[in-house]
């Protein structure tokens, strides 16, 4: 319920999403420097949300980072 508690319209609705990511790697077949193996990632994603309220679509967005390290060679 909104602020003078009356009720929302929730409804369903297509959405669009893009992504994008990159990944990084300085040398995978590098044996002597560990760190060198390690995978840097990052990302990012901008679409809308599934429902509308009260026939306002809500943006979605996420920035993402990640590390990829090898357990074995």
């Known amino acids: 319920?909104?602020?003078d508690k009356s009720a929302y319209e929730v409804a369903y609705?297509?959405?669009?999403?893009?992504k994008m990511g990159v990944e990084y790697t300085p040398n995978y077949y590098d044996v002597r420097r560990f760190m060198k193996r390690w995978a840097?990632?990052?990302?990012?994603?901008?679409?809308?949300y599934n429902q509308t309220y009260d026939g306002n679509?809500?943006?979605?967005?996420?920035?993402?980072l990640g590390v990829?390290?090898?357990?074995?060679?």
């Open 57 to 64: 679509k809500i943006g979605e967005y996420a920035v993402t």
């Open 13 to 18: 609705t297509n959405t669009s999403m893009v």
């Open 68 to 73: 990829g390290v090898p357990v074995k060679f």
């Open 1 to 3: 319920s909104g602020p």
């Open 40 to 48: 840097y990632r990052a990302g990012f994603r901008y679409g809308t």
